[in-house]
């Protein structure tokens, strides 16, 4: 778990100014809580940039790497990244799901 905080961000702001750049988490998914301010941005099969609205008692599901490995990629890592571009303080917090760092992550058998 982590307490992530983004500062405002100020002068021109452009799609090079982020919170954090665009990636994936590598554990199996993560839960995340978010304040009321808008920053986390999903990317979609279409590759375009969709606004992860903060609903009030709601939590945020990332699905990560080691998910997507144990699916075949059936389902995939989730794509994300933080834009504060709301000119005050933000904060989120991710907690971080995954398995013991020894065990073998491999494709289950579909029968």
Not at 25 to 38: A, G, P, R, S
Not at 43 to 54: Q, R, T
Not at 58 to 80: E, P
Request: with cysteine.
């Amino acid at each position: 778990m982590r307490l992530l905080y983004y500062p405002p961000q100020a002068g021109m702001l452009d799609d090079r100014v982020l919170g954090i750049g665009a990636h994936t988490d590598y554990e199996c998914f993560t839960i995340l809580w978010q304040d009321e301010v808008q920053a986390l941005q999903v990317l979609n099969a279409s590759g375009k940039w969709i606004d992860a609205v903060p609903i009030p008692g709601t939590f945020v599901v990332n699905l990560g790497d080691q998910f997507a490995r144990w699916t075949n990629d059936v389902f995939k890592s989730t794509v994300h990244r933080a834009v504060n571009r709301s000119g005050t303080e933000r904060y989120s917090i991710p907690l971080f799901f995954g398995t013991d760092y020894n065990v073998k992550l491999e494709v289950c058998a579909v029968a």
